[in-house]
T-cell receptor, first 113, second 114 residues
Framework: AQSVTQLDSQVPVFEEAPVELRCNYS??????LFWYVQYPNQGLQLLLK??????LVKGINGFEAEFNKSQTSFHLRKPSVHISDTAEYFC???????????FGSGTRLSIRP | DGGITQSPKYLFRKEGQNVTLSCEQN?????MYWYRQDPGQGLRLIYY???????QKGDIAEGYSVSREKKESFPLTVTSAQKNPTAFYLC?????????????FGNGTRLTVT
């Protein structure tokens, strides 16, 4: 079955430290990959997307993600986090063989001063 | 500014009552979606519509109903048949189908049923 796994439900980091949020998806010939961010009591906003081309994708707020087809991963990274990055982050995948987007269960990023 | 408006932000209802959540978009998007979000879980698709006067069930459609009479509007009714209606409901839209079109979300409606 097609699925998306976010291995960490919570990630605490200190301010200005680097962070990586992990996302793995079940293998497929063709996928489109997204990261969304959700601030408390709000909807989701698109951070970045991979549709094709360069495997390193840059998004808003200094985030980037790398598509790794051999490891079926799309991990999100930021070299130095800020208090304002405190939010929940969702990885999402659409498979060419399916007709809908599949969301991971989310990773809550908490930033310590 | 274009966007998706969900109203109200908070909604309280007694068990056994139907309730309708509003979702309006001025992005001129063809596709609209309703998701349910529960703590610690991802988003689960309730219903979606790719064109006016047509909609399809998602993964958890039981106890919910929708209509799509206008391109801009996609209201969701939570009926008394929904066993656990208390949740955060998110409406979204996209230009085309969601395979490679990012979703644009509203700010959600938090429904509490007691």
């Amino acid at each position: 079955a097609q699925s998306v796994t976010q291995l960490d439900s919570q990630v605490p980091v200190f301010e200005e430290a680097p962070v990586e949020l992990r996302c793995n998806y079940s293998s497929s010939v063709s996928v489109y990959l997204f990261w969304y961010v959700q601030y408390p009591n709000q909807g989701l906003q698109l951070l970045l997307k991979y549709l094709s081309g360069s495997t390193l994708v840059k998004g808003i707020n200094g985030f980037e993600a790398e598509f790794n087809k051999s490891q079926t991963s799309f991990h999100l990274r930021k070299p130095s986090v800020h208090i304002s990055d405190t939010a929940e982050y969702f990885c999402a995948v659409t498979y060419s063989s399916a007709s809908k987007i599949i969301f991971g269960s989310g990773t809550r990023l908490s930033i310590r001063p | 500014d274009g966007g998706i408006t969900q109203s109200p932000k908070y909604l309280f209802r007694k068990e056994g009552q139907n309730v309708t959540l509003s979702c309006e978009q001025n992005l001129n998007h063809d596709a609209m979606y309703w998701y349910r979000q529960d703590p610690g879980q991802g988003l689960r698709l309730i219903y979606y519509s790719q064109i006016v006067n047509d909609f399809q069930k998602g993964d958890i459609a039981e106890g919910y109903s929708v209509s799509r009479e206008k391109k801009e509007s996609f209201p969701l009714t939570v009926t008394s048949a929904q066993k656990n209606p208390t949740a955060f409901y998110l409406c979204a839209s996209s230009i085309g189908d969601s395979l490679n079109s990012p979703l644009h979300f509203g700010n959600g409606t938090r429904l509490t049923v007691t």
